[in-house]
């Protein structure tokens, strides 16, 4: 009887130890699965976050490119503007020359007279070469617009259909999530790259600008020096002929 006892009080601790035992694997896997789980929410939400934080600094170096442009094509204008009011100071120095050289030539030597048409003839023909370098350069810099904006067109384009396969393929398969991050990241590379290119380009057309705006300055000058030559001439000789 005493022995029936135990051996029944050692069956049920050898059960109920059993249970806690079963008890306790089942909690330490269902804390596994949370665990688990959790983990893959915390990547996802990680991966999402750094998907949206790819895209609002591609949309950044979007902002920042368009303004470049705009930087661009405002030097441009500047520089239109610049090359049309000297060469309208160009002409006007021109005229007046031409006026002072018909009413010298009423009262001077047909030697003195042929001497002005040929000198006029020299000055025509350095103004026509003059004209059709600035047409030359003013074809290139809209060569150069045309090619950006073009360029700005399709990393426009490529930037919303690779946003749109990323979102779309996200809410498909979460696994693609790490490929869309490293598109992205690639793609932001390239931004970065094309930024620094056109940046470079932005500035050789700042230079060529101050380029040509020099080159114009000192054309006005030499005009103007020449004008003021010919008129003390044309004086001299007017008092010498009075």
Do not use: D, E, W
């Amino acid at each position: 009887m005493r022995s029936s006892m135990m051996i029944t009080i050692l069956c049920s601790s050898m059960m109920i130890t059993k249970f806690c035992s079963s008890m306790m694997i089942t909690k330490f896997c269902s804390s596994m699965i949370i665990t688990t789980f959790c983990s893959i929410m915390m990547i996802t939400t990680f991966c999402s976050s750094k998907m949206i934080t790819s895209f609002c600094n591609s949309m950044m170096i979007t902002t920042m490119m368009i303004t470049t442009s705009v930087v661009i094509i405002t030097t441009f204008c500047s520089s239109m503007m610049i090359t049309t009011f000297c060469s309208s100071m160009m002409i006007t120095i021109l005229c007046s020359s031409m006026m002072i050289t018909t009413f010298c030539t009423r009262k001077m030597i047909t030697t003195f007279r042929s001497s002005m048409m040929i000198t006029t003839f020299c000055r025509s023909m350095m103004i026509t070469t003059f004209c059709n370098s600035m047409m030359i350069t003013t074809f290139c810099n809209s060569m150069m617009i045309t090619t950006f904006c073009s360029s700005m067109m399709m990393a426009t384009f490529y930037s919303s259909m690779m946003t749109t396969f990323c979102s779309s393929m996200m809410l498909q398969h979460p696994m693609i999530t790490a490929f869309c991050s490293s598109m992205m990241i690639t793609k932001f590379c390239s931004s970065m790259m094309i930024t620094s290119f056109y940046s470079s380009l932005m500035i050789t057309s700042f230079c060529s600008s101050m380029m040509i705006t020099t080159f114009c300055s000192r054309m006005m000058i030499t005009n103007f020096c020449s004008g003021m030559m010919i008129t003390t001439f044309c004086s001299i000789l007017l008092h010498t002929a009075y």
